[in-house]
């Protein structure tokens, strides 16, 4: 669980962060913000957040109780009547959005729903003692400092770095090196062109 939860952790903070966007590589800043790619990634997360607390709830079942509740609404009943959820209510609503999201048309998450599915489990699993109550993971970007190149047609070099954070520490890192050519200098992106 803990793995799979760490690697959702990650997702969720990359896919709705509000600068998440689309880049064409190789055309300098085209840049494009869709409010459809954040409501795209939010609900294929909550789908993902709802399948990590069903795995959970697996856990808190007997093999018979396995058997006879074969849905996550009826799992989500049997913990209920045995009084081992913190909010009954609040969970088959996750449920009940997880349905919708997954089965009709323009039933779209959005990340606020999302953040708000994902404290309510987070709480339950918590609860059951199946995760640590820990600090959020968090995107952080950072530009290195420019460094010249011994290529004489680059004016300079610069490495662009995506980190999670969770607290002081980082969990995720992904770097790419920038070059920024000389005025007149850049290689051809025309790919008949032999350079």
């Known amino acids: 669980m803990n793995e799979a939860g760490h690697i959702f952790k990650i997702r969720r903070a990359l896919l709705t962060d509000q600068n998440l966007c689309f880049a064409v590589d190789g055309v300098p800043n085209f840049v494009i913000r869709l409010p459809e790619l954040q409501r795209a990634t939010a609900s294929m997360l909550y ?13 808190r079942l007997s093999p018979v109780e396995l058997t006879t509740a074969r849905t996550l609404g009826r799992r989500l009943k049997t913990l209920r009547d045995r009084g081992d959820l913190l909010n009954y209510e609040a969970l088959d609503l996750i449920r009940f959005r997880r349905n919708e999201i997954g089965h009709e048309l323009e039933k779209d998450a959005t990340p606020e729903e999302l953040d708000t599915a994902c404290g309510a489990i987070q709480n339950q699993l918590a609860a059951w003692g199946l995760v640590l109550d820990e600090p959020p993971y968090i995107l ?39 070059v920024v050519w000389r005025i007149g200098k850049s290689p051809s992106l025309d790919p008949r062109d032999p350079q």
């Open 140 to 178: 952080q970007w950072e530009r290195s400092a420019t460094r010249e190149s011994s290529d004489p047609r680059v004016a300079f070099e610069q490495d662009r770095i995506l980190r999670i954070m969770r607290g002081d520490s980082w969990v995720f890192e992904s770097k790419t090196n920038v």
């Open 47 to 59: 789908v993902n957040a709802v399948a990590l607390l069903d795995d959970a709830i697996e856990t």
